[in-house]
């Protein structure tokens, strides 16, 4: 696979006589970087005073006393480095940029500025709203930028056919022509792991076109079956999962040579949990134990950081500084098959290099890509041109308001029922289906502040079709919502439907229809006013603003979630997952309640159940 362009990117092929004659002290350097204390990932240790030349965008040579074996003239620049540390670029293996809720260019400013130089985009959720068209724009906005970016094909849109309809549809063949035009250089994550165990067709043409390219095949494999069911995903060819949740979903993974990428983003903090397959048996082989922050937006960008927070969160719980950093730098490279390229400061690779002023706090204080300076002091020093997107991405719901009659879910009589429900817990991907019984209110069954019970309805927002079921409707527990309060988002994984919860149809009107006219975002009404909304108008689930604007809306619409009664942060991630159906146990599509158990096939079942 081609690298990704960049005006300051050469092929390494192109100037590798220049390479070995600075290596060889025969030509200037561009860049020399001294007295430095290595983090050698390579080998698992830190090296004092060493520094680092480089070429063309290629370290050349690492060592001693490069001063006086390397070349320099009034060109090159040459960085004391004063003893702090020289550590590889990082690498964000699995990471959903329209999680961050800012389009490609302005993800990329922000990853730079905390030291991720690499990227692996997984585009499935606006994919789900424009189909292939959303992974060449993907690719278009991402070439010429510092940030490396190898684009992770979507392969499950809808995540489960038949049971939920989005924007698009993506097939085999849509699959093989974006690699073919090289729109993507990877998979992305097969979320239907039931389609691939149980031997679906049309998944497995899919898997069959991304082994014919060649290219690394991600997974979702979500089930707690650590047998048959595990060995059987990877035997179909993927190799990694971000869906691991404890050390013994790693360990398994490690034993069969299937790479972990343990994830710690906004609401998923998994990385206290899963790190301990190292720190519980601090021997043992972290090869296949990576990094990852899956789901990370741009309010927890612009107060904590991105992949660097992540590296921070296993320092402090128990991780060696440098292994902590080749599960974000090395291993990462190796997971995607480009260690050859990036993922260690040595001969031959990309000068992808941050300086940290502080280890144990990952600290980054200087951002090379390329061996060009791209950030300093957590702030971009690189102009990034921003991406002309086309009307059709802008303009993407397509509905009406709604009204309180939309809302409503008439009971068969006023008898008690037992009714299905969705219980969520704020900072986990999964839900549990509990029962709970409803005695109906004049014919209909409605929410319950006092008993923490919301009402969820998902509307189908795409282009209008009198086939396609127009709503699901049915309740959530663990809101914490009071009366009167609702949420409304078109960030509804991964169909990025309209997705509406609350305690009381007037105030889910009203949210929903916030979002319809702002063309899509996140609007919270709290004692029945609309408190707060957050346009996101690049297919309803990205701004076109930077980081640093885009993250004081977010914080809004946080704040206006706890005056909701919400009382967990980022629980509007949480929320955004009511719609991910391949996730256990009970969640909701335009079809209805879809529910997921262990291994078995995914099937709809009924509001209320029956004896």
Not at 50 to 55: F, G, L, S, T
Not at 62 to 90: E, N, Y
Not at 186 to 202: R, S, T
Request: aromatic share 6%; hydrophobic share 45%; with cysteine.
């Amino acid at each position: 696979m081609s690298t990704p362009a960049y005006p300051n990117r050469v092929p390494i092929g192109n100037v590798t006589r220049d390479l070995v004659a600075v290596a060889m002290g025969r030509l200037p350097a561009d860049l020399i970087l001294y007295n430095g204390q290595l983090v050698n990932v390579n080998n698992g240790t830190i090296q004092p005073g060493m520094d680092v030349a480089v070429k063309h965008g290629y370290i050349v040579y690492i060592g001693k006393d490069a001063r006086s074996k390397i070349k320099s003239d009034d060109k090159t620049k040459i960085i004391d480095v004063a003893g702090r540390w020289i550590a590889p670029g990082l690498i964000d293996t699995h990471v959903h940029i329209e999680s961050s809720m800012v389009d490609p260019v302005h993800f990329a400013a922000g990853c730079l500025a905390h030291g991720t130089t690499t990227i692996c985009p997984d585009n499935h959720e606006i994919t789900n709203v424009l189909g292939l068209e959303a992974v060449r724009l993907f690719h278009e906005a991402l070439q010429d930028l510092p940030i490396k970016s190898y684009l992770a094909m979507p392969v499950c849109v809808p995540a489960v056919a038949g049971l939920e309809n989005t924007g698009s549809e993506i097939h085999a063949k849509e699959v093989a022509e974006a690699y073919a035009k090289d729109w993507a250089q990877l998979q992305g994550e097969e979320m239907n792991f039931i389609g691939v165990i149980y031997g679906d067709p049309a998944t497995h043409e899919i898997l069959k076109a991304s082994h014919e390219a060649g290219v690394v095949m991600t997974g979702h494999y979500s089930s707690m079956e650590l047998d048959q069911g595990l060995n059987a995903f990877a035997a179909a060819g993927m190799n990694a999962c971000h869906e691991v949740r404890s050390a013994e979903e790693v360990r398994k993974r490690t034993e069969i040579g299937f790479y972990s990428q343990l994830r710690y983003g906004s609401a998923w903090l998994d990385v206290p949990n899963t790190i301990r397959a190292y720190t519980d048996n601090p021997g043992v082989e972290t090869r296949f134990m990576t990094l990852c922050t899956d789901d990370v937006n741009a309010a927890t960008i612009a107060r904590e950081g991105q992949m660097d927070r992540v590296v921070r969160i296993a320092i402090r719980n128990g991780v060696p500084p440098v292994t902590a950093i080749q599960m974000a730098t090395l291993n990462n490279a190796q997971l995607i098959e480009k260690a050859r390229y990036i993922g260690s400061i040595a001969p031959g690779r990309a000068a992808d290099i941050v300086i940290l002023s502080d280890l144990i706090n990952f600290t980054v204080d200087q951002v090379y890509a390329d061996g060009v300076l791209v950030a300093e002091n957590g702030k971009l020093t690189a102009e990034l041109k921003p991406y002309p997107y086309p009307d059709f991405a802008i303009n993407t719901v397509k509905l009406s308001k709604r009204t309180e009659a939309d809302f409503a879910i008439p009971a068969p009589s006023d008898d008690p029922h037992t009714l299905r429900v969705i219980e969520i817990f704020p900072g986990d991907v999964v839900t549990k289906e509990i029962h709970v019984e409803m005695k109906p209110a004049k014919g209909r069954f409605v929410a319950d502040a006092a008993k923490d019970l919301a009402k969820a309805a998902i509307f189908y927002r795409h282009e209008p079709d009198q086939a396609i079921p127009p709503k699901g409707i049915g309740f959530i527990r663990g809101t914490k919502f009071k009366p009167n309060c609702a949420y409304a988002s078109t960030i509804s994984h991964d169909c990025h439907n309209l997705l509406v919860v609350g305690t009381d149809d007037s105030a889910m009107t009203l949210a929903a229809n916030a979002v319809i006219e702002a063309n899509g975002g996140i609007a919270i009404v709290a004692d029945g006013k609309v408190e707060a909304v957050l346009p996101l108008p690049l297919a309803g689930l990205m701004s076109l603003e930077s980081i640093e604007e885009t993250a004081p809306k977010l914080n809004a619409i946080e704040a206006a979630l706890k005056k909701a009664g919400a009382e967990s942060e980022s629980i509007e991630m949480t929320m955004s997952l009511i719609g991910l159906i391949v996730i256990p146990e009970l969640h909701l599509s335009n079809h209805g309640l879809v529910e997921l158990k262990g291994s078995n096939p995914m099937k709809i079942v009924d509001l209320i159940v029956k004896d």
